[in-house]
């Protein structure tokens, strides 16, 4: 009853909450498409489908596939952006979907080395390629998509859903492959790996149709219906809002470089270097991501009545500090003390700090006809650069200070010192913060454009 009432005193809530379940179910394929590859690459794809002189040659040259679908994302997000800001978000969507599914499907259906050869290395990076294709546009789509659905004084809650989306997708992914691994190694190596990956299909069929009962945005419609439709989306976003692309970027660097040394090469690290089972770095990864899935949208929620940056900057902060400790922990080989270490850093620290609340900050610093493409940008450079290559540059670092993960810690570290000053130099634009700041400074009344529209446009 109440709810039904409450659909009625606001009519544009079921919309809301259609186009976010939708945009949630796409990041939950997402990471759980990305969180299978990365754990199987430390785990798997370097004992079947490369052959090196080394154990860690070959863990490199796993990682470096892991590396290769970052690369391919923005080159498919931005492909896919610009025509999210010129036709709509939805349809963009509904591709990138079948896109990422059908990267991970074939992945699940690949011949190993021993059956076909240097075929079955090339077979595995096209395969990465089309899920990065997809991936590119995923989240920054999703972002804006509930974002713009959202009302303005609860986009940092609606924006953090995707984010939560997508360790729901962890916490199925680690869970598939933490069950399937706890077969023998030589069945796990011989088919028990592939069973999640084929899996995924039924997300990628109930999120397809979810996506496409769902509605294109009020704000896009209303940007169209203006007139407002850039001829170039990335020609314009780099000209006039380039600098903060730039602070976006580094904005990101925390759960970039400190995120992926977690989850891509935690379970390497555990396995090689500490010499215990793989399961004692999946369990404690589904466990944060398990925590992530309700911090996230607490930390989204909360980020609208205190603002995007003290949020964001504290969460840049703690990893800096928490960085050296965490590895300290991890190295205890307590498997309670690793599950403290990883909540602590991963799901409290970067997930819920700094992840939360990134989707609302991001979409709000961009004008509505460049920010699809603007917020890709941002996003996918950052990808690139820094989450694609975290794991393999953690391993590097590992292995250049004698097997110990310091000069990994300090690189974590910086990535979140970086993260803090960016934001700072960033505006702040939850619509309650600029509100409570106008009226403590006397220049209005509460009623502020930033309700209207978004504080970057």
Partial sequence: MQTERAAQDDPGRRVRNRNAAAAVLGSVLEWYDFFLFSTSAAIVFNKIFFSGESAFAATLASFATFAVGF???????????????????????MATLLLMGAGTLAIGLLPTYHQIGVWAPVLLVLCRILQGLGVGAELGGAYVWTAE???????????????AGEFIGVVCASGAMAAVSSLGERQFLDWGWRLPYLASVLVVVVGFVLRWISEESETFREAVSEGRKAKAPIVTAVRGHGRTILLMIGAGCATAIASYSIQGYLPSYVTEQLGLASNDAVLPITIASAVSVLSIPCAGWLSDRVGRRPLMIGGGIGIAVFAAPFWLLVGTKSFPVIVLAVVIGFALILNSL???????????????????????????????????????VAAVLVHADGDRPWYLAAFMALSGIVTA????????????ALRRRALRDGSSDGSIPVDVEYAGA
Wanted: with cysteine; glycine share 12%.
């Fill in 71 to 93: 690369a391919a994302r923005p080159v498919g997000g931005l492909v896919l952006a610009h025509f999210g800001d010129r036709w709509g978000r939805k349809p963009v969507l």
């Fill in 354 to 392: 700094v992840f939360g609340p990134a989707g609302s900050f991001y979409a709000e610093q961009l004008p509505t006809e460049v920010r699809y493409t603007g917020l890709v940008l941002a996003r996918e450079i950052t990808s690139v650069v820094f989450s694609g290559t975290a794991p393999f």
């Fill in 421 to 432: 000053v960016c934001v700072l130099l960033l505006p702040e634009t939850a619509p309650r």
């Fill in 149 to 163: 659905s959202a009302k303005p004084s609860t986009r940092g809650f609606y924006a953090s859903l995707p984010g």
